[in-house]
């Protein structure tokens, strides 16, 4: 099968295609033919080697979408034909912390697929049924990809983690991504206002489209005094934090005393020095977010195929151009998903 292959760890092009064997399943596995893959700034990071738990040669790729074409023995419930999207992550259902609802948090199994396990740039990946969920008939392979990264984790990040309400004024940092557009539909599908932050116009009317009620283009990340004075002096109550370090200290500044900042993005993979007394006057809440569990990747499916979220996908690309799709990635030329497509013969 053809795959993209991540031999050394560095720049975009090292990613190159190769042809590899087909994998296997095994016990509670299944083969998939992939018919989609999401290229996420995560598979970037990881990438250039700043995920520990990767080793080379990798094949990256987790937001991957496919036909079941073999099933693994004893693993029941699963049938060729069935139509799959994978996790980002795995967790074992069983330990307190899945039992409490915290999967992201499991440690007894927290593989990630283009991680420990291999992802979805290739024609064929072996995935653990516990880190699959269903796509609904109709929904679009390159659509379906994208949804568990993107809107799955907007879910997670708005509902589960950052608890937002009906009429709260909610910031968005790197909202012309994918999880950012999906963070803004969210936002609204629930009530809120949003004010999302991007650093290009070129990326306005996407955001726009999506519906945000106020967008800042701040090209030198500087947005904190523009999000007060469009809010009259008060701050936000919510900040969806995509970016990171980058835009840490700015989204600080920005928000409303009692506000919760839910931290789901570190692109840069940098530090921020952050001052208590700003946390202990305004009694702020700072929450990660961490990947999708099922029960809200089926949530982010169902909120997808009733038409309620739009995934933004800009552009399907063949595998063969996965190192491109990285570079362009990198170089904030992409508003919305970039979705790679292997050849299905």
Same mark, same amino acid.
């Given at each position: =099968?053809?795959?993209?292959?991540?031999? !050394?760890?560095? /720049?975009?092009?090292?990613? %190159?295609?190769?042809?590899?064997?087909?994998?296997?399943? @095994?016990?509670?596995?299944?083969?998939?033919?992939?018919?989609?893959?999401?290229?996420?700034?995560?598979?970037?990071?990881?990438?250039?080697?700043? #995920?520990?738990?990767?080793?080379?040669?990798?094949?990256?790729?987790?937001?991957?979408?496919?036909?079941?074409?073999?099933?693994? $023995? /004893?693993?029941?419930?699963?049938?060729?034909?069935?139509?799959?999207?994978?996790?980002?992550?795995?967790?074992?259902?069983?330990?307190?912390?899945?039992?409490?609802?915290?999967?992201?948090?499991? &440690? %007894?199994?927290?593989?990630?697929?283009?991680?420990?396990? !291999?992802?979805?740039?290739? !024609?064929?990946?072996?995935?653990?049924?516990?880190?699959?969920?269903?796509? $609904?008939?109709?929904?679009?392979?390159?659509?379906?990809?994208?949804?568990?990264?993107?809107?799955?984790?907007?879910?997670?990040?708005?509902?589960?983690?950052?608890?937002?309400?009906?009429?709260?004024?909610?910031?968005?940092?790197?909202?012309?991504?994918?999880?950012?557009?999906?963070?803004?539909?969210?936002?609204?599908?629930?009530?809120?206002? *949003?004010?999302?932050?991007?650093?290009?116009?070129? &990326?306005?009317?996407?955001?726009?489209?999506?519906?945000?009620?106020?967008?800042?283009?701040?090209?030198?990340?500087?947005?904190?005094?523009?999000?007060?004075?469009?809010?009259? @002096?008060?701050?936000? /109550?919510?900040?969806?934090?995509?970016? @990171?370090?980058?835009?840490? /200290?700015?989204? =600080? &500044?920005?928000?409303?005393?009692?506000?919760?900042?839910?931290?789901?993005?570190?692109?840069?993979?940098?530090? *921020?020095?952050?001052?208590?007394?700003?946390?202990?006057? &305004?009694?702020?809440?700072?929450?990660?977010?961490?990947?999708?569990?099922?029960?809200?990747?089926?949530?982010? #499916?169902?909120?997808?195929?009733?038409?309620?979220?739009?995934?933004?996908?800009?552009?399907?690309?063949?595998?063969?151009?996965?190192?491109?799709?990285?570079?362009?990635?990198?170089?904030?030329?992409?508003?919305? %998903?970039?979705?790679?497509?292997?050849?299905?013969?």
């Amino acid at each position: =099968m053809e795959a993209v292959v991540l031999r !050394q760890f560095g /720049d975009a092009g090292n990613l %190159r295609l190769e042809n590899v064997p087909v994998p296997s399943p @095994g016990r509670g596995e299944v083969l998939l033919r992939v018919h989609a893959c999401g290229v996420c700034y995560h598979d970037v990071i990881n990438r250039r080697g700043n #995920l520990p738990r990767t080793h080379v040669p990798a094949i990256l790729g987790h937001e991957a979408a496919g036909e079941v074409v073999d099933v693994g $023995p /004893d693993t029941p419930g699963w049938k060729v034909g069935d139509r799959a999207a994978t996790l980002q992550r795995l967790s074992c259902g069983e330990c307190a912390l899945c039992r409490a609802g915290r999967n992201s948090l499991c &440690k %007894r199994d927290n593989r990630f697929f283009g991680e420990e396990l !291999q992802g979805g740039y290739a !024609q064929f990946m072996v995935a653990p049924v516990a880190g699959l969920g269903r796509v $609904p008939e109709g929904l679009p392979w390159a659509e379906a990809a994208t949804v568990c990264c993107t809107t799955g984790t907007a879910v997670h990040t708005l509902r589960t983690r950052a608890r937002i309400q009906a009429g709260e004024t909610v910031l968005i940092t790197g909202a012309s991504g994918g999880v950012g557009l999906s963070s803004v539909q969210l936002a609204k599908v629930d009530g809120a206002r *949003v004010i999302a932050i991007t650093s290009g116009e070129a &990326k306005v009317q996407a955001l726009r489209e999506a519906g945000a009620d106020e967008v800042i283009v701040s090209r030198g990340l500087d947005f904190a005094s523009e999000v007060r004075k469009r809010t009259q @002096g008060n701050g936000v /109550d919510v900040a969806i934090e995509i970016v @990171g370090s980058a835009t840490f /200290d700015q989204t =600080m &500044k920005a928000m409303a005393p009692g506000g919760r900042v839910a931290v789901v993005g570190n692109l840069e993979s940098g530090v *921020v020095n952050l001052n208590p007394g700003l946390v202990i006057v &305004k009694e702020l809440e700072i929450l990660g977010a961490y990947a999708t569990t099922r029960d809200e990747l089926d949530e982010a #499916l169902r909120l997808t195929a009733a038409g309620k979220i739009r995934p933004f996908v800009s552009e399907t690309v063949p595998l063969a151009d996965a190192s491109r799709a990285h570079f362009r990635l990198e170089n904030r030329e992409v508003a919305g %998903r970039l979705v790679l497509v292997p050849p299905q013969a």
